[in-house]
Each structure stands twice: as C-alpha cells, then as structure tokens.
C-alpha cells in the first residue's frame, strides 16, 4: 500500500513560555501528538489560518454597526436561492435542505490562535473542512478561533440558538473549562479531549486516546498464541502510560502472567534480548517511541514485536526495519485506500510534492480526528448522535455521551502499513 500523502496547511508557530504547563499534558494520544509536532516544527512557518478582516476605522466604515460575532468567520455557506425561480423536478425535500434556512449551522471552536495547539487545532480543522466542503448546499461553517483562556468568552460569542453543532475544544483544559462554565446558550457540542466523567447535556466526547490501542495490540497478540509475552518500556511518561495498560489488559483477558521490564543503556540492549530468548520470551509488547524501536528491533530476532501509535511517528519511508512489527492505530492510517475515505483525502499541493507535514503520521491522525468529528455532525443532523460508527479514528461507540474506541492493527511490511483480519 502507498504512503497516503497528507496535505496540512503549514501553520505559524512561535516558542512557549518558560514553565508554562502544557495544554494537553495528561491527555495520552493528543498529548503524544503534541510533543512530535513541538520537536518537529520550524523555528518559523508562513501563517495560513484565515483570521478575520481588521477593522475598518470608524471614520471610513461604511457600516456603523459592528458585527455580531468579531471572532466568526463563515467558512462554508450554501447559495442563496432564488424564490421565484422553479423548483427542480423531483426536488421534494431535498431541495429543500439546499434552502440557508434549512442549512445545518455548525462552530469550529478550535484553538488555531494558540502558539502550542495551532498545528494540531490546523490539522483537526482540515480534516474537518475536508467533509464540510463537500456539502456547501446544506452546511454553513463558522470558524471560531479562541486564544489562551479564551475558550469560554468565545463559545459565548460564537454559538446562540441558530447553531446546531460546536465542534471543540480541543485540548483537555479547554474542555474542563467548557464544561464548567455557567454558558447563555448551551448547543450540542463534540469536544476532541477527555473529559474524566460523563459531560453534561448536550455535551459529548469524542477523544481517541492510547489506552484503546494498548487494549487492542495486547488482544492481538493473544490471538497469535503468544505464550511469554514481555512488556518492555522505553523512559517517558507516555510510554509509562501504555505500558501500564498494556500490562492491564493482558491480565484482564489471559491467565497467564506477563513480565514487565524498562529499557536501560543501549548498551545493554544485546545482552538483554539475548536473555529474553533464552527465557523463551516469544513476544515483546513495546512501549515507547519510535526511534527507540527503531533502534531495538534489530536485537529482537525472532521475537515478535506490538505497539500502539505512540511508536509511529515517522514516515513509512522510514520504516523499513520494522518489517513484522504490529500495531494498532486509526483505520485512516492502516486502511488508507478504504471507499469512504476517498472524498476526504487532502488535495496535493499545487507542485504535487507534499511539504514536510504532509507525511506526518502525528498530523494525520489529527486530520482524522476531524474527519469523524464533521461526519457524526452530519450524521446526527439535528438529532442525537449515533451510537455506533464506524470512523476514521477506528470503530466508535456511544456510552454517557462518550465514545469508546476500536482501533484497527495493521503490520509493517517494507515500508507500507497493510491492514490485519477483517
């Protein structure tokens, strides 16, 4: 399978402040994102957010008035319809939908004017705009930026009786804060980060996160008769966070006990795989990023290898030594070339070279996220969600306004990433 190209617009970035904590810290997968796309971003990046116009100085504004919402811009908005023109034969009540009455309102509340989040909020909201393009007769797009602490002032703002879906916030502060807050009006909203207990009517959750992968890669390798698997944990918080679910999930669903052990020096990463094999450890559930595994893999000679999404984050070009390896990550990764994908997939830039986000795993799953964020909007449409769909991000259920996580597993094979089963 062919590297999927992902076409993000660059986005400006600039340095965070000194000790400031970092917005997603404790959120698994965005907060993995995170931490790639800040190690991996440009000093500077040319900014290609569309913000709103500046104002018009008084003396010359044409219009006295100021607009009712200064931080919205419409992104997507059907025509209008003439009323005297006739009706298209067999119209009925689909052109009826066409009609900016009828037209489904919905917020983008993302962070976009965050230096920290405004590659990630980019990506969620390309992916989004990929969906919502398509549908310019019957969905209106409003763009609603927020900066630092300014979640709350903005939805305010932003969202009144006439909207019928917010999508956002993104990051897990945001969404507390959203959640918290006394609002005037309260619209259906789909917010991209855990929130760590039911959220309140209508608010939902749809946050993918890297326990549900750990869950899944641990079930797979049981499925392939593992029979001495071993846990092996790279440093870092998020590799001690998958590690300790994939340890959980083993114990969960198997009988047999499963071992635990952190990586030490290089230098004695022969001699610890030596021992491993003769232990008869037949399977290594690994924990970590992927430079790390990179560097690993060659000391585990027929030893089959697991991880989640948190090890890939590089280009399937770069992947060639991990031939073998399994994981479990979103089906917009593994399962690239599936139908329902194709109308979402970034155009290719105008030279048909993708720049250096394009071959991004971090921003593709991202882009994803708001892939699936716009189709559960549409799908709801001015109902309830759906409790069960089948996304981009994996497949996703509905429980207490929250949906859960399938993710699919897919396996490296000389830098292409196929899918595994059904």
Not at 333 to 339: N, S, V, Y
Request: glycine share 8%; hydrophobic share 45%.
């Amino acid at each position: 399978m062919a590297a999927r190209n992902y076409l993000l617009t660059p986005l400006a970035t600039r340095p965070s402040g000194a000790g400031r904590r970092h917005p997603l810290r404790g959120v698994a997968w965005l907060g993995a994102a995170l931490a790639t796309l800040a190690a991996a971003q440009p000093a500077t990046t040319p900014a290609a957010t569309p913000t709103a116009p500046a104002a018009t100085p008084a003396a010359t504004r044409p219009d006295p008035a100021p607009p009712a919402r200064p931080e919205a811009s419409i992104l997507a908005q059907p025509p209008a319809k003439d009323p005297t023109a006739p009706a298209a034969a067999g119209s009925g009540s689909a052109a009826a939908t066409t009609q900016p009455g009828n037209a489904l309102r919905v917020v983008l509340l993302l962070p976009t004017e965050q230096a920290l989040l405004r590659r990630a909020a980019g990506s969620v909201r390309d992916g989004a705009m990929a969906v919502f393009g398509g549908r310019k007769q019957d969905v209106v797009v409003i763009d609603c930026a927020y900066p630092v602490d300014g979640v709350v002032a903005t939805y305010s703002r932003c969202v009144d009786d006439s909207v019928d879906w917010v999508i956002g916030p993104l990051s897990r502060a945001d969404v507390t804060a959203l959640a918290a807050a006394k609002l005037p009006v309260v619209r259906p909203t789909l917010m991209l980060s855990p929130l760590g207990a039911s959220p309140p009517t209508p608010l939902a959750v749809l946050a993918p996160d890297l326990e549900s992968e750990a869950e899944a890669i641990t079930q797979q390798a049981g499925e392939d008769a593992c029979r001495k698997p071993l846990v092996v944990e790279a440093a870092g918080p998020i590799a001690n966070r998958v590690a300790v679910a994939m340890y959980a999930a083993w114990r969960e669903r198997n009988a047999i006990a499963i071992q635990q052990t952190r990586l030490g020096s290089r230098e004695s990463w022969r001699r610890a795989a030596d021992g491993w094999r003769q232990e008869h450890v037949d399977c290594v559930l690994f924990a970590g990023g992927g430079a790390v595994l990179t560097e690993l893999r060659p000391y585990l000679r027929n030893i089959a290898v697991y991880a989640t999404s948190a090890a890939y984050e590089t280009s399937l070009e770069r992947t060639v030594d991990w031939t073998g390896v399994r994981i479990a990550d979103a089906p917009w990764l593994i399962d690239a070339e599936r139908a329902e994908f194709a109308g979402f997939a970034p155009a290719p830039t105008q030279t048909g070279t993708p720049d250096a986000a394009a071959v991004s795993p971090t921003l593709a799953r991202l882009y994803a996220l708001g892939v699936d964020a716009a189709r559960l909007t549409l799908v709801a449409g001015r109902e309830a969600l759906p409790t069960a769909f089948d996304g981009a991000i994996g497949r996703l259920t509905l429980r207490d306004s929250q949906y859960r996580r399938t993710p699919m597993v897919g396996e490296f094979r000389e830098r292409s990433l196929v899918r595994i089963g059904p």
